[in-house]
């Protein structure tokens, strides 16, 4: 499967996609912003300028000030494939993004979505 049109695209368009997804099922823009600084270690006036501009989803990812370690406890199937199974690493840093905007958009705690409770493994 060839990736590169969903790399090329800017977060500027993808990120308003992902904000409505939640605000449709009752959560907010601060909660998924919450989540995306979880997973990349923007901070929020970086997360805003990068929403605003012209970076691709691909230099969204590679750019990330530091992904989370507990990355790797998302798990689940997003789009028909198993996020853990993902081997190629953006298309599985862009599936546990996608993966956690589902945990909130179904109501799950944030809690849980950020998997406060859970131990990353070494």
Known sequence: MNNDKLYQMKF??????????????GRTKEEIDEVIRWLTGY???????????CVSYTDFFQNAPELNENRNLIKGVVCGVRVEEIE??????????????????????MEKILRKDAKSNP
């Open 88 to 109: 190629e690493p953006l298309m599985r840093e862009i599936r546990c993004l996608d993966k956690l905007v589902d945990e909130l958009a179904k109501g799950r705690s």
């Open 12 to 25: 500027s368009k993808i990120y308003p996609l992902l904000v409505n997804k939640v605000l449709k099922k």
């Open 43 to 53: 901070e929020q006036p970086e997360l805003e300028e990068m929403a605003e501009g």
